[in-house]
């Protein structure tokens, strides 16, 4: 078995404590409690249930950290101490109609010196539930799957490659930039897939399963812990002008060197 730090212990944790209620109300998701949040975006009972259960494991272990929530905002820490960002259910739109593809989502960012804001991602975790597979990474110490050393995809050319993303729906992102993005994008490459969560998107361009990925109108704790699963195993993510604001844009682009280089080179050309 590989070792790890005792942050991902805490992390690998919370997630497999709040797993089986998720599993179980995913098994009965046609009874769930579901609320409107925003346009043709819900969120549920059991969101919120998972959440409380990773905020509770969570500030047990690291007391005086703060926490970035999908669900519960901004949870004020120690501003000289790291702090957590967590999505409780990565894909929730598939677990309400019954699709078994989402992921808890766990990362932590380090604070900049003087507590000068929020600066570098160094720890993620991306749980697959229903399968059990646990995605994790630390800054310096690799990418892994439970304990399987993880690296991006070989592949070089865009005809080989198979590319991950995101697409606009009601209320959410920029339809007109996603279609001049896909015409682009589309032609030159082996396939497309929209499996709707950005967390397993990106565990996956690191397990190489994907060659490459794109999408927008991300929100951090959507792509913290996928950000440094991607660099841990050897590949690049940038914002879609190829600048390291992909956190803070909430926009991504990443895959090995070769396919991001072309890949940034299409989306750049569609934005011009």
């Known amino acids: 078995m ?28 046609e009874q ?6 925003g346009p043709a975006d819900f969120v549920s009972m059991a969101d919120e249930r998972a959440e409380r259960t990773l905020v509770e494991e969570l500030r047990h272990a690291r007391p005086d950290w703060g926490l970035l929530l999908e669900e519960g905002g901004e949870i004020e820490g120690n501003p000289a101490k790291p702090r957590w ?5 990565d894909g929730t739109s598939n677990f309400l109609h019954g699709i078994p593809h989402f992921a808890i989502s766990i990362a932590v960012q380090e604070p900049r010196p003087g507590g000068q ?7 993620g975790l991306v749980y697959q539930p229903l399968t ?38 009601k209320g959410h992102g920029d339809h007109d930039r996603f279609q001049k993005i896909l015409a682009a994008v589309a032609p030159e490459v082996a396939g497309i897939r929209r499996f709707g969560s950005a967390a397993l998107d990106l565990a996956w361009v690191a397990a190489g399963r994907y060659d490459g990925f794109w999408e927008d109108d991300l929100q951090p704790w959507d792509i913290a812990a996928g950000l440094i699963l ?3 195993a050897g590949g690049f993510v940038t914002d879609f002008r190829g600048g390291g604001a992909a956190l803070a844009k909430g926009q991504v682009l990443a895959g ?4 991001h280089s072309r890949l940034h080179k299409l989306v750049a050309g569609a934005l011009r």
């Open 117 to 123: 804001g929020w600066g570098e991602l160094s720890h």
């Open 32 to 37: 769930l409690q579901v609320s409107r949040k």
């Open 230 to 232: 991607v660099r841990e």
């Open 2 to 29: 590989v070792s790890h730090s005792g942050l991902i212990t805490v992390m690998e944790r919370a997630a497999r404590k709040a797993a089986p209620r998720l599993r179980r109300d995913f098994g009965e998701v």
């Open 85 to 89: 960002m967590v999505d409780p259910v």
């Open 256 to 259: 090995n060197d070769q396919i």
């Open 132 to 169: 059990d597979e646990s995605f994790w990474a630390e800054k310096g110490r690799g990418a892994w799957l439970q304990d399987r050393r993880l690296r991006v995809s070989s592949r070089r050319n865009l005809d080989e490659a198979l590319i991950a993303t995101g697409v606009p729906y």
